[in-house]
């Protein structure tokens, strides 16, 4: 059977800014290279022949980077929303561009997962189930979804962010559909997946499954979870195969020079032709194209955009230069 999925990367990213105002979140670069190639990376390697992106904000970043897929194994494909149509409305709006006749595995644009979604399309083929969610246990669910399960792993009711979660499972983001579970959610309509159409199956007694995991998972919504993202693909906490190969716990991109003496380690990544000078120091920064970085300067937790000069002797803790 084939896989084909869609991502949602339409959203606006404001709980990135100002990281987001010339960037859409999911092609902000995480480990080296835009955030959703880690994901596109994870479809491909579980046998996913081709991805259709739905695009709103910033869309006309994506296509000129990614083409038709060749480059990355698989094919890729735009749907292109005018106006946000929320994540129900997106996927409606995407599913009108797939081929084939197999399930459906849609990914949110701002989730890393080490979860299994190989075991995941197994458990929704062998249960026969209509909808089949990745779930991950949290300490503290009232940020996220809960998702009550009978101990079958059916879903039982969904409850969007509220103070007194009945549980700690949260909907993980990524979700396996029959073709017939997009063709019924109504096009050019704004419908949220999370609060209409999966409590609407729900009550219409349709087969919705949990697939719970609790591998490593992660929402990069914020800045501060964007570096611990790159910082965690660098230094080998979670693998994926879209981080170029790299030696220590850096990564040097091409054609960037380190001078001796400098120090440069902890998930910190520097961009391509960027330079970084003798007796400086730099912990679990992203540090962007054509940089230089002056002698002395000691930068920890740091943003560096394209082209930016940090002047000798800084000395910065989570800062943005450049933005």
């Known amino acids: 059977m084939s896989y084909s999925a869609i ?49 709103s904000f910033m869309a006309e970043i994506f296509e000129p980077y990614f083409g038709d897929g ?14 946000a149509l929320g994540t129900g409305g997106a996927i409606s709006n ?39 969610l990745y779930l991950t246990q949290v300490a503290d669910a009232r940020p996220y979804g809960a998702v009550e399960l009978d101990t ?75 570096l611990k993202a790159s910082h965690d693909l660098v230094t080998g906490v979670l693998h994926s195969g879209a981080t170029p190969p790299h030696e220590d716990d850096c990564l040097i991109l091409e054609g960037a020079t380190v001078e001796v003496g400098a120090t440069v380690s902890h998930g910190t990544v520097i961009g391509e032709k960027s330079f970084v000078s003798s007796d400086s120091l730099l912990e679990n920064c992203l540090v962007g194209r054509n940089v230089k970085v002056g002698a002395g300067s000691v930068l920890r937790n740091c943003f560096v955009a394209d082209g930016y000069e940090i002047p000798a002797n800084t000395l910065a803790d989570f800062n943005f230069f450049g933005y």
């Open 94 to 132: 995407a599913g009108q561009m797939l081929s084939g006749s197999g399930p459906v595995i849609i990914f949110n644009g701002d989730v890393l997962s080490g979860h299994d979604l190989s075991g995941q399309i197994r458990s929704h083929e062998m249960q026969g189930a209509e909808v089949t």
């Open 7 to 55: 991502l949602l990367v339409g959203g606006f990213g404001t709980r990135l800014s100002p990281l987001t105002k010339n960037t859409p979140k999911p092609m902000l670069p995480v480990a080296g290279v835009p955030f959703i190639e880690h994901q596109i990376a994870k479809a491909r390697e579980a046998d996913i022949h081709e991805i259709v992106l739905a695009t």
């Open 152 to 226: 079958a792993g059916n879903v039982l009711a969904f409850r969007e962010k509220m103070e007194n979660p009945p549980t700690n499972t949260i909907n993980a983001g990524c979700y396996i559909f029959s073709r017939k579970v997009i063709s019924e959610i109504p096009t050019g309509q704004v419908i949220s997946i999370e609060r209409e159409t999966f409590p609407d199956l729900l009550a219409q007694g349709a087969r919705v499954k949990g697939f719970v995991d609790n591998s490593y998972w992660l929402d990069i919504g914020t800045p501060q979870a964007l």
């Open 70 to 83: 060749s480059e990355h194994g698989i094919s890729i494909k735009y749907a292109v929303e005018k106006t």
